[in-house]
Structure formats: structure tokens, C-alpha cells
Nanobody, 116 residues
Framework: QVQLVESGGGLVQPGGSLRVSCAAS????????MGWYRQAPGKQREPVAR???????YYADSVRGRFTISRDNAKNTVYLQMNSLKPEDTAVYFC??????????WGQGTQVTVSS
């Protein structure tokens, strides 16, 4: 089992920056890919970014060039640095991890609100 706990969400003005973190615990040795999804009110959950255990990354078109995902394997933590935030980035951001045998794990989510 893997447990994921997000932190760092909040309210930020358009154009501002925010960093969210996700700390993993439990069977962390089994974790491969880690990443972030987000879900805005009334919309489906959508992928934002992911990072593999060797550091290769993927970004959704909507965030590429503004968001950066990184990973500290020693701390079992993944980060999402969000710059040039827009109101449409407002959502609950969920961390996920893929563990042994492809099992998926989710965090509880952290709210990010971009508003003036």
C-alpha cells in the first residue's frame, strides 16, 4: 500500500505562482510513475503532468511551459511548480502514483484557486 498526502494549495492571483507537494509513504519502493491530475467544478478529472522514476516528464498542452514537475526520490516526494497561473487553472489537484503490478494510488486532493 502507498499513501499520498498533498500540501501547498491555496489562493493566488492571476499571473502568480504556487507549488504543491505530494509526499508518499508506505510501500514507496514499488512506486514508478508519479504525477498530478486536476478536476475543476463540473468537469472531468484531467492529467496535468507526470514524472517517471528516471525523471522523464510529460505535460498537458494547457500547462506546458508554465508548470514544472519534479521529484525527490530520497524524500519520496513529487512537486508541481505552477507559474503564470490563470483562472482556468482553478481546480482540485490530485497526486497519483503507480505502484507494484500497476496499482494506482491517489491523494485526497488540494484546492488551487486562481482569482483576483
Amino acid at each position: 500500500q502507498v499513501q499520498l498526502v498533498e500540501s501547498g494549495g491555496g489562493l493566488v492571483q492571476p499571473g502568480g505562482s504556487l507549488r504543491v507537494s505530494c509526499a508518499a509513504s508506505g510501500s514507496v519502493f514499488s512506486i514508478g510513475v508519479m504525477g498530478w491530475y486536476r478536476q475543476a467544478p463540473g468537469k472531468q478529472r484531467e492529467p496535468v503532468a507526470r514524472i517517471s522514476s528516471n525523471g522523464s516528464t510529460y505535460y498537458a498542452d494547457s500547462v506546458r511551459g508554465r508548470f514544472t514537475i519534479s521529484r525527490d526520490n530520497a524524500k519520496n516526494t513529487v512537486y508541481l511548480q505552477m507559474n503564470s497561473l490563470k483562472p482556468e487553472d482553478t481546480a482540485v489537484y490530485f497526486c497519483y502514483a503507480v505502484g507494484g503490478r500497476g496499482t494506482g494510488y491517489w491523494g485526497q486532493g488540494t484546492q488551487v484557486t486562481v482569482s483576483s
